[in-house]
C-alpha cells in the first residue's frame, strides 16, 4: 500500500503558494500507516502503528476539524476555513480510513488467525464460548448499562467525547403503550474493550470477544417486551481544545479544572457509526449531532481502533514485537559517580532513548539527597501521571531544598495530571508557578543551585523532550546537562522572568520565544543568505517536528534562492514547498518515522568555515515562536557538537528505511535504498551503538 497523498493549496509567500497544513499532517498519517503495512514489522507492531494513526485522527477531529465544520455548517468562514475546505478533507480522511480497515480486515485480522490469536464474534462462538460470554455479560456488562428509552421526557443523553454507545430501534409498545423507537445504550469507559476468553475454551489458540459483539448479543435482553430492529454502535468525537480567558480568570488552575468538566461535552466534529448501521439511524444521529453528511464515517470493525492497543499488552508474544531494546548510561557518566564533579569537566549529552533517561533522574536524585544544594528549579510540561521524576521533586522537599516548578497546566491533553500534581506540590510546600497569562510554558530546563566553599554554583539540564520517564523510552531527543556559567546564568533569568515577571536581562547564550527566538533564527537564516549571495559555501539542516510558521518559510525560500544547501528533517506538518523548479530548487525535505518518535529539534548553520549547532524545545510553528515560553540554546563543545551532527543530521539524511522525500508536486515519496544496497536504518544503528540488547527490526 502506498502511503503517499495529495497535499493542497494553502497561504501563499510571494508567487509559492505553500502547503495546506491540515492536508500536510494527514499526509504525515499516510506515513505512519506505512508502517503498518510493511510485512517485514511485526505482526503487533504492525497494529500499533494502524492504532496510532487512529489516535492521530482523534486529535485531528478534536482540535483542527471544528473550524472547517463551522464554516460548511455556514456558521463562519475565516481565511482557509470554508465549507470546500471540509469537503476536502472529509474525503481525504475518508480514504484514509477506509484503507485502515481494509488492512485491518483484510490482512492483519487473517494474520492473527494464522499466529492462533483471534477475536471471536458472536456467530463464531461455540455453545461453550457463548454461556461463558452470557455470564460474563450478566455479571460484569448488565449491571452497568442503563437503556434510555427516548420520549419527550428523556431526552437524547449526554455522550461523552470518544465513547461507545449503541443505538437501538425498537418495534412494539413500550410498558405505557407508547411507540418510542429509538433508544441509547451508553457503555461506561470502565469496561475493558477487549476480554480474553479462559484457555479452557480456547483450546491451543488466545481467543478473545469485544466488548461490542459481547453487548450487541445480548441487546434485546435490555429490552424486555420489545424486538429489537435495527441497531448500530456509535462514537461521537468532539471539540476538546480547552479555550480558557486567561485575562478574565482569578485562578487558572481552578478555571481549568471547571473547564475539563465540559471538555467531554463540546461540540460534535465527527460521527462514526458500523458500517451496516441503517440509513434512518444514521440520519438520526446526525441531526441529533447536527453534522453534516461527511462527518458521518461507516467503519468495517470496531468504531475505535485505538481501543485494539489492548490487544497488543494482552498477547505475550516476543516474536510479533520488535526485540526488546535496553539503553545503556549514557558513555559519559559512570552509574554511581557524582555528575557535579563530572560537569565540572565539562558538558554532557544522552541522546534518548538509545541512551537511557535514567541518568537525569539521577542528576535530580543527587540533587535532592546533596546536602550542598539548596534550591532546585525545574519546568514540567508533560510528565504523567506516575511519574519517577515528581516523586524525586517530593523527596527534595522533604530533605530540605527550596524547590520551584513552573508547571504549564495547559498542556493539551495533560491538564488533569498536571493540575494534580500542581496541588499536591503545592500541599508540601512546593513554589508552583503557572508561567505567563497568554502563553504556554513549554521550554524544557532544569537548574540546581548549589553551595560550593564561599559561592554557590549552578548546574542545569535542557533538553529538547519532556521530563516523562515513559515517554523518553520512545522519543528521540537530547538531554544537555551543563556547569557552563554563562548558560546556566540565563537559565537563572529565565526562571526569575516567569515567576516576577520582571524584564528579561540580555541573555547571553539562549535564545528565548516569544522575546527572541523567531527573530534570532531570521538573522541566521538571512545571514546565511547573504554569505551564499557573496559567493561563499552556505549549508543549512535542521530537524524538527513541524515546520508552519510563515516568516520562516519565506526566509528559507529566500535563501535557497541565493544558492544556501537547505535540508530539513522534518517528521510532521511541512507547508514549505521543496523543490519545486526555479523556487526552491536548493530545499530539500524529508520526514523520518521509525520505531521511536523522533522529536529532537537540532538546528544547524555553516558560513563558510564557521559553524553553528543549536538544540531547542521549539518547533518552527507560529505558536511556538509567538505564543510559548520557548528555548534555543547553542552547543559550544566541538565533539558534542559533531556527534550530534553525526547521529541525528547525518544519519537522518542517509535513512533508507523509514524515510519520505516531499516532492515538488506536494507528495511525499518514500526513500529507496541505492540498486543492491540493503536499507539503512538511522535509529537501529544509534541502536546496535548503544543499546544492550537486540537491535534488529528497527
Known sequence: MSAEHPSSPGASTGDLPLLGRDHSILAFNWRVFDWACRRDV???????????????????????AELHLSAKLGQEQQGLYTAASFDALSVAIHDLVERQYALYNDELMPAFEKQGIRILSHGERNAAQRRWVKQYFEQEVRPLLIPVGLDPSHPFPQVANKS?????????????GRENDIAIVKVPRALPRLIRLPESLCGKRRLFVSLSSVIRAHLYELFPGREVGQF??????????????????????????????????????????SAGCSEYLANFLLRQFELPEGALFRVHGPVNLVRLNQLVDLVDEPRLRFPVYKPSYPAQLLPGQS???????GDVLIHQPYESFDAVLDFLREAASDPQVVAIKQTIYRTGANSALMELLREAVRQGKEVTVVLELKARFDEEVNINWAEQLESIGVQVLYGVVGLKTHAKMMLVTRREGRHFKRYAHLSTGNYHPATARFYTDLSHLTADAALTTDIEHVFVHLAGQSRLPRLNRLWMAPLQLQRRLLEKVEALGAAAAAGRPARLVAKMNALTDEALIRALIAAGRQGVKIDLIVRGACMLPARVPGQTDNIRVRSLIGRFLEHARVFYFRAGD???????????????MLRRVELAWPVLDPLLRQRIIDECLVAGLHDTLGSWELQPDGQYQRVQAAAGQPPLSAQAALMERYGLGDARGG
Not at 461507545?164 to 405505557?176: E, K, Q, T
Open 164 to 176: 461507545l454507545n449503541f443505538i437501538v430501534r425498537l418495534s412494539g409498545h413500550d410498558a405505557f
Open 232 to 273: 448500530s454502535q456509535f462514537r461521537v468525537t468532539r471539540h476538546s481544545d480547552l479555550a480558557v480567558d486567561e485575562e478574565d480568570v482569578t485562578n487558572l488552575r481552578t478555571a481549568l479544572r471547571q473547564g475539563l468538566q465540559h471538555r467531554h461535552y463540546g461540540q460534535a466534529v465527527r460521527l462514526e457509526v
Open 610 to 624: 564557521e559553524e553553528e549547532l543549536y538544540l531547542s524545545s521549539a518547533d518552527w510553528m507560529n505558536r511556538n
Open 42 to 64: 511485526p505482526l503487533l507492531e504492525r497494529l500499533r502503528y494502524l492504532c496510532i494513526v487512529s489516535s492521530n485522527l482523534d486529535e485531528f477531529f478534536e482540535v483542527r
Open 339 to 345: 555528575i557535579f564533579e563530572r560537569l565540572k569537566s
